[in-house]
């Protein structure tokens, strides 16, 4: 027989076999002292329960970030005899076996679980009505003096007031964040911070919420959520995605009118101001429950993938097959959420199409928002790579790229290969981001907010962003390329951006405009090589140096050029002379009805 | 309320504030879910107060509490299919009667545990928490940890002895038996 302790610590987890029950059992009832053992260590597994949920929820080293370091604890290793050590061996050996009987334990049919779960739903329903017929009886009856009634109900008042769950406890992290700003100074405010039960006003942004249970949840603003526990939380407004994985099951989203309880699954949740509330299932099955307890609901729907159940301001339920066009709207709220770059600097091999190096294990798409934020990562050292593998099916898109968002310095490097990004943003909101382009094929698809290189210091440290473009080919297929921009109204005492171009080889083409120095940025073109085509200039802040290499505009832009260079806003280094060409007839090979500015040999 | 039931009340509440743990201890013992246990000892205390006047005072108030417990469940809960016990009758009758024997020691214990649970170390103190504080079954413990199901239990149940043998010290001579 397995020591009758290892059994002990097994039926107190509830993973004992049948068989190993009933040696239990039966050791138990051998004699008295069996049964005063197993007295003393049931004690001992309730008194653990009460005094851990007792404790200050801050002191529990659940969150890795919070694991004491103190070495002076209980040592595991030289509390356990050599005796201890040989009877757990003993139960490690018939672990197989115990296993195997756990999955055939686990062989219960889906209605097997749901009549369980109703029959436990109708036992509470049950046991609550004994206590309410209770209180009547004494609050009724001629026979029993009210004074009973009174001690009785204040008994009942203080056996309610010992704490059954902590008050407030960490379930959840914040594992997902864009824009984010909440109602309240409680809620977690970066990526990687807690949640502690309770109410939570997501104002702005789009967050995801991974309970330590698995159960992921995605909430968008403006919402309100409050977590109850570790398995259920209450939309009171706004709208949320739910993805449950199979350790999750049961994981219950309640709402004012309605609850739904989870059977793993992925699913959406939105609660209106009317109060009307729908819930849409992406994938697998869940239970609709009218009536905010999921307990105590008084209809129940199964909602399987596919389907849309609601309830509307008159509490009337209807369940219905999800559109395509509503499907579509829902495939891309995850979109939303940023991917962000994840690998260390110490890697070797920084490939953009590795999907280890983003934090959503997935390689960004053309739909997904990507964010290189942290300080120095990834490094000039060792920064993210796109190079000459990232061609066709597995070219780097995204819909937009933040190199230095609020962080770095963060580096890219392109070493060949192609990227078709929307949007691409260099040193952006006070970050800085450094883009180095050495050969390959880069498209920017999106419309006027293109490529911005240094733009939106919105706080003490200004955003700069810098390309340096020694080769390759970069085509703005629609919009602009603004080389230092700050807001339209930036608060008095904000940074402004500040963005440089430094151009030695390859070629760059702008169907838009060059734009320096919007909204009082700075931006710097240094030209020393290559071909940059524009299909218009603005220089409201900044400067062009023409050392080498050709400037190209659309149309005949003689006359702005030539005010520009007279105002010393187009330069080439001393004693050389700038020449500025309409070029009608396309002879100098780049196409008829262009300017060309290059310096004079 | 007059005098007398005041009274009443006053020695009710001592009473009921001592025998609770154990009260709770027991019925956790035989039914293992935390939350159907706290269902089951609210029912339990409702019994004690439509009981009271029924009580010897000339005997220890705990045994009696854990005998109205044992009838609660015995009577009750082993009727539905939810409640179905995994201990026959004979075995939860022995295990009341350890509790009847061992309930003098349990207050020492308790404290001796506030003590030893303050020395558990960076990863049994975790999976301690996981268990206790969250409920949480080595299944979902062992996901979480990205752990084996097995050495997650023999990390809960190596933490156990430990505490077991820190209380032993705590206790001394009084601790023998455990």
Known sequence: MIDPQVLISAYFDRILSKKQAAELEKWI???????????????????????????????????????????????????????????????????????????????????????????????????????????????????????????????????????????????????????????????????????????????????????????????????????????????????????????????IVSTPEASVVDYGTNFGVEVLETGEMEVRVFEGTVDFRKGPNPLLFEKSHKLVAGQIGQINEKGIITVRKISQDEAEKDNTYLDRIP??????????????????????????????????????????????????????????????????????????????????????????????????????????????????????????????????????????????????????????????????????????????????????????????????????????????????????LEGNAEDLVNKLIKDDLIKSSANSTLKVFYDSEGIKGFGKNKTIIYKEK | MDEQSEKKMEELTVYWMKAQPAVAAFITSVVRNFQQADDILQLVAVEIVKKFDQYDKSRPFIPWAIGIAKYKILSDLSKTRAGKLIFDTEAVEEIAGGYESEYEIFDDIRKALDYCIQKLKNKSRQIIEMRYCYDLKPSKIASYMGMTVNSVFVTLHRTRLALRKCIEQQLGAKGELL
């Open chain 1, 339 to 552: 991917n962000y770059w994840a690998a260390g600097s110490n890697k070797q091999q920084n490939l953009w199409n590795d999907s280890k190096n983003w934090t959503k294990g997935i390689i960004p798409d053309s739909t997904t928002i990507v964010r290189f934020s942290k300080v120095n990562i990834p490094s000039e050292q060792s920064p993210c790579i796109i190079d000459a593998n990232h061609i066709g099916n597995k070219k780097a898109t995204a819909k937009r790229v933040n190199i230095g968002l609020k962080g770095g310095p963060i580096y890219l490097k392109m070493t060949g290969g192609e990227a078709k990004f929307e949007e691409l943003w260099i040193g952006r909101n006070d970050g800085i981001g450094i883009m180095t382009m050495e050969s390959g094929k880069l498209e920017l698809t999106g419309g006027h907010n293109s490529l911005y290189i240094g733009s939106m210091g919105i706080g003490a440290t200004a955003a700069k962003g810098t390309l340096n473009m020694n080769g390759g080919n970069i085509s703005v297929l629609q919009g602009d390329l603004v080389l230092g921009s700050s807001a339209p109204k930036t608060p008095p005492g904000s940074s402004l951006g500040t963005g440089t171009l430094n151009m030695q080889g390859g070629s760059i083409k702008i169907r838009g405009k060059l734009f320096l120095g919007e909204n009082k940025g700075h931006g710097t073109l240094n030209l020393s090589g290559g071909t940059i085509e524009a299909g218009g200039l603005t220089i409201e802040n900044g400067l062009i140096n023409i050392n080498k290499g050709n400037f190209i």
């Open chain 1, 29 to 251: 009832k051998e004699k008295p002292e069996n049964a005063r053992l197993f007295a003393r260590l049931s004690f001992m597994h309730r008194c653990l329960r009460d005094t851990m949920i007792k404790n200050d929820p801050d002191k529990f080293s659940f969150q890795t970030s919070r694991m004491a370091s103190d070495d002076s604890g209980i040592n595991l290793e030289t509390m356990i005899t050599d005796e201890d050590l040989k009877l757990l061996m003993d139960y490690e050996k018939e672990a197989p076996e115990y296993m195997e009987e756990l999955e055939e334990e686990d062989k219960i049919s889906p209605e097997e679980v749901e009549r369980r779960k109703l029959e436990r739903s109708l036992e509470l329903r049950r046991r609550k009505e004994e206590i309410r017929k209770y209180r009547q009886i004494q609050n009724h009856s001629l026979y029993v003096p009210v004074a009973t009634a009174v001690i009785c109900l204040l008994f009942i008042v203080i056996i309610l007031l010992i704490p059954r769950t902590p008050a407030t406890t960490y379930v959840a992290t914040l594992t997902e964040a864009t824009e984010l700003k909440w109602g309240s100074s409680e809620s977690p405010k970066k990526i990687g911070f807690d949640f502690k039960t309770g109410a939570h006003n997501l104002l702005q942004g789009i967050v995801k919420i991974t309970f330590y249970n698995g159960a992921e949840i995605f909430l968008e603003a403006p919402s309100e959520i409050n977590i109850k526990s570790l398995t259920e939380v209450h939309l009171a407004k706004g709208k949320l995605l739910c993805k449950v994985s199979k350790d999750a099951i049961g994981f």
